[in-house]
């Protein structure tokens, strides 16, 4: 057994802290840490030196309950087994940056007071099935200078929960591969999610923000839906370009979807499930459509609240609501919802032939075909689009009541299909 005491700095230990000295450059330092920690279960350890390591392979790594007063750096290795950093201090910059993490890597409790990086990281394995115990964990920790996870690619579930974040955090061009949940996740600079890959389901839920955050999920793919609808995001949001997903797959028979009972943070009752999820996603589509709107987009905008009101005619499906219903399936029909002019002009065609056919169906016994052509025909069918004129005979005939009615219920489509012709025409001008 190694001789401890050429390691600890007795003239400055105390009861709560162990400082440590003449700790040796190779992988030797972290045995020699594992013995003293053996001994010193509770104390805190205190690193007074660099801990620098480059392109070096490990297997399990336990440092918990330390300070490091100095640069920490562990760039290109690689962690084969567990790997444990819990419930320490970082008082200098750490460098994570392209180091691969093969199962659970932990932060927890952690405090990291100036920059960290983690560029080009990987937590987990690719094209593997990752164990539910492997997990990157970052609950509870504290960042309070800038951190960056750019191109990193998370193969392992991370715990984002009650992680704080008190300058930047910076995600550009990462991709999460499991089910994510930022649940009591504070950001109070800027959090950048841009051009980040979501495979799964991601929630943010109960979030903790500043007047002056910026949170941006520009160029974003979110593959499996996203739902922002708690996440309490009163700050400047950028939501540019973004690409959502999946809302069919939430449904599909058989397929259990995170968003259900938020990531198992809820007890939801059987028969509220599918209400529920409707409910979380539309609000989330209602949130990204406000902020659209906010910004003077327009045509984003248009296009999340067209999902909204599909969704909202989903929610609507089984409960008493007929009126609602009703309402939300004509506006999809005539008009999607305010977007395709197109189908506003099919609709209104289509509801004057069937009108025209069921007026013509009222006079056909005394209609003479063989005195008209196909152009009196087309000539008459215009008579009934044109809602200015009630005096209609078709065909030099009067109508009768059952002609009378179909004409008036006909053209109540027809106004309405008018006024949705309209209305998808105005969908960039001014609301």
Not at 207 to 225: G, Q
Not at 260 to 280: I, N, P
């Amino acid at each position: 057994m190694k001789n401890i005491t050429l390691y600890i700095d007795s003239t400055r230990s105390n009861k709560d802290t162990i400082f440590l000295r003449n700790l040796p450059d190779d992988g030797s330092l972290f045995e020699i840490i594992g013995i003293i920690r053996k001994i010193y279960k509770k104390k805190a350890l205190i690193i007074t030196r660099n801990v620098s390591f480059r392109g070096l392979t490990y297997a399990t790594m336990s440092l918990r309950n330390i300070i490091f007063n100095f640069p920490v750096s562990f760039t290109d290795c690689i962690f084969f087994d567990n790997v444990s950093f819990e419930n320490c201090i970082f008082k200098d910059k750490v460098d994570f940056s392209n180091s691969k993490f093969k199962k659970s890597a932990s932060f927890a409790h952690s405090i990291f007071e100036k920059e960290a990086d983690f560029t080009e990281a990987d937590f987990g394995t690719k094209d593997k099935k990752n164990n539910a115990s492997d997990v990157l964990q970052l609950g509870k920790a504290s960042f309070l200078s800038n951190v960056s996870f750019h191109y990193c690619n998370f193969y392992t579930k991370v715990s984002f929960e009650n992680t704080t974040f008190k300058a930047l955090v910076d995600f550009h061009l990462s991709t999460f591969y499991e089910p994510e949940q930022f649940y009591w996740t504070d950001f109070a600079n800027r959090a950048v999610f841009s051009n980040v890959t979501f495979k799964r389901e991601v929630q943010f839920l109960y979030n903790k923000v500043d007047k002056d955050t910026y949170i941006s999920f520009e160029s974003s793919a979110f593959e499996k839906c996203l739902d922002i609808s708690r996440a309490n995001f009163t700050c400047n949001v950028n939501f540019w370009n973004i690409s959502v997903k999946g809302e069919k797959e939430l449904f599909r028979r058989g397929y259990f979807s995170k968003y259900y009972d938020d990531f198992g943070t809820l007890e939801v009752r059987e028969g509220d499930k599918a209400l529920s999820v409707y409910q979380k996603i539309r609000e989330s589509y209602r949130i990204i459509k406000d902020n659209f709107y906010k910004n003077n987009d327009k045509i984003n905008g248009l296009a999340f609240y067209k999902r909204e009101m599909h969704l909202y005619q989903k929610e609507l499906g089984g409960s008493a609501r007929v009126k609602d219903s009703t309402v939300l399936f004509l506006n999809r029909i005539s008009n999607n919802f305010g977007t395709n002019w197109l189908k506003a002009v099919a609709f209104t065609l289509l509801s004057g032939i069937i009108t025209y056919g069921l007026v013509i169906l009222s006079l056909y016994e005394k209609i003479s075909w063989d005195s008209y052509g196909l152009k009196d025909i087309f000539k008459h069918f215009l008579e009934i689009l044109n809602i200015a004129e009630w005096e209609v005979h078709p065909f030099g005939l009067a109508l009768g009541v059952w002609g009378y009615l179909a004409l008036f219920i006909g053209r109540i489509f027809i106004i309405y299909g008018y006024y949705q012709t309209i209305q998808a025409f105005r969908k960039f001008g001014k609301s």
